[in-house]
């Protein structure tokens, strides 16, 4: 079954990037409505995550369901984790840095996750305890931090602002430069890709992070979160990052065995 998961997950990220793409071609059909400070929901989010939710209804109909938008559906266990539009800020605006992450929680770990860019021509995917891919090419990384080290910052009112402007301090001091790009997933693809040596966000919730954290332990990178029983239920501070040097890590105020 395990090959089969990811097969499916595979197939339906691509199939909901369709219907995301179509959405994001006609402004008036998106609906964006306001969900919270700094947060955007579209008829989009809504129709992908319905799209996920049936198919996986199809294939897969004994595990739960935790969507960002219909949330859990089913009891504790084996768990699909959705986000149907990950970006939705930069996805309104008609910006290509979005993605659909599903990943799939076997009852003890993470098993399987996809992050799919439609608009960027991406798709991401990894098996625990196989290669991670990024269209199909094996992904390995290396540890080497390059010239110029670049760490991708989340931040969101879930967390503290002054926290995230110290943080960008710190890293320009050390002479690391910084990207935020409002989606997670684009994050933990570039961490993945090799764009950038770390990502990190304060209190991220699950469906924003879990495929790319398969990806990233998949592909020999360094993950840090609470553990999963416990970010099933709630945001974690996630950390991953491809072996770099502490220094970066110490300029972040995080330990390597933070989580
Ligand atoms: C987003 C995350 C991002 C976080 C935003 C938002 P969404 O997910 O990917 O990292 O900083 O607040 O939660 O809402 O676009 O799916």
Sequence with gaps: MPDKRIDHAIAMAHEA??????FQADPERMKIREKGHLDLVTAADHAVEDLLRKRISGFDPKSAILGEE???????GATWILDPIDGTVNYSRGMPDWAISIAFYDGRELAC????????GLTAHATRG??????????????ATAQAPIVSLGYSPRSSLSDYLSRIEKLLAEGVEHRRHGAATIGLLGVLAGWF???????????DAAAGLVLIEAAGGVVRHDPMKQ???GPSDVFV????????IAALGLSDTAG
Excluded at 17 to 22: M, N, R
């Design 241 to 248: 990052h491809n072996g770099m040097g502490a220094n970066v």
């Design 130 to 143: 196989g290669a991670a891919f990024i269209n199909g090419v094996a992904v390995r990384m290396d540890g």
């Design 231 to 233: 970010f099933l239920k």
């Design 197 to 207: 040596d770390a990502y990190f966000e304060p209190r991220l919730n699950v469906w």
């Design 17 to 22: 990037g369709k219907l995301a793409l179509e």
């Design 113 to 120: 996750g996809v992050i799919h860019a439609p608009a960027l």
């Design 70 to 76: 219909a949330g859990l559906a089913g009891g504790a």
